[in-house]
Nanobody, 114 residues
Framework: QVQLVESGGGLVQAGGSLRLSCTAS????????MAWYRQAPGKQRELVAQ???????SYADAVKGRFTISRDNAKNTVYLQMNNLKPEDTAVYYC????????WGQGTQVTVSS
């Protein structure tokens, strides 16, 4: 019954920026620790950023200093601001709650050209 819908991906040149959105239905994100994941072709899905109920954040080393995760509880939405994108950031990006996991959404494709 819980659904996650990601959006905001696209094609961008290296050094560019994108802002991803994840909207949840069926439960409020205000009571959930939320995270962004990504999966590149031929690679395992990996955790890239997470935000606690209180707003504390953490990031994978590969994206630290370039990506920022945030949330808007009123809109029931989690965001991922991605700056200074690199070709190695190319992947399908997904959101979920590591501590209250539900089915994966369709994800949103991010493609960074060199």
């Amino acid at each position: 019954q819980v659904q996650l819908v990601e959006s905001g991906g696209g094609l961008v040149q290296a050094g560019g920026s994108l802002r991803l959105s994840c909207t949840a239905s069926g439960r409020p994100i205000s009571i959930n620790h939320m995270a962004w994941y990504r999966q590149a072709p031929g690679k395992q899905r990996e955790l890239v950023a997470q935000i606690s109920i209180g707003g504390s954040t953490s990031y994978a080393d590969a994206v630290k200093g370039r990506f920022t995760i945030s949330r808007d509880n009123a809109k029931n939405t989690v965001y991922l601001q991605m700056n200074n994108l690199k070709p190695e950031d190319t992947a399908v990006y997904y959101c979920n709650s590591p501590l209250d996991f539900t089915s994966w959404g369709q994800g949103t494709q991010v493609t960074v050209s060199s």
